[in-house]
């Protein structure tokens, strides 16, 4: 008949130690996987559209006289001498990007025409293209704001 042999007290401190070193470097792991997953989590998901406020650069590149589509942004920026004016390029009919045009502007879509302040005249489009707030920030360039419509015929003197 055999018997369990006695663990000594130093084996069994290094084993209480050990077990301790394991548990706390356990924890700390769950901690920091946990923080992690919180992270993620908290963190918006969200994808945002393009901003309705931005620059389009120095006045300088809208030579006067010029009507300068700006397709990315859907807006046409006019300049008349110290006047700068963004009119917006998307059909009021349903949504297209209109060009510019002798005339003013012209829609490929449906064959709806502006004229140069985009007010309608011909084709199916119900409303005058808005025209959208400019500002000169304080770096100099132009800022157009496509959330804030003023209007039409409103110039900004630069
Ligand atoms: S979308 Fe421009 S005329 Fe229809």
């Not at 409303?127 to 400019?134: H, N, R």
Request: net charge positive; aromatic share 8%; with cysteine.
């Amino acid at each position: 008949m055999s018997h369990p042999t006695p663990t000594a007290p130093a084996e069994t401190g290094e084993r209480r130690h050990f077990l301790a070193w394991v548990s706390s470097f356990a924890l700390a792991g769950s901690a920091i996987i946990s923080a992690l997953a919180n992270f993620v989590f908290l963190k918006p998901r969200a994808t945002y559209g393009a901003p309705s406020r931005f620059s389009i650069g120095r006045p300088d590149a809208f030579p006067s006289g010029a009507r300068i589509a700006i397709e990315q942004r859907r807006i046409c920026v006019a300049r008349e001498g110290n006047q700068v004016a963004v009119i917006s390029t998307t059909c009021t009919h349903l949504g297209c990007i209109i060009g510019v045009a002798d005339t003013g502007f012209a829609c490929p879509c449906h064959g709806s025409r502006y004229d140069q302040d985009g007010n309608v005249t011909a084709g199916p489009a119900p409303s005058p293209l808005p025209w959208y707030q400019v500002k000169l920030a304080p770096n100099g360039d132009l800022e157009v704001d496509t959330n804030i419509q003023i209007k039409p015929g409103t110039y900004l003197n630069i």
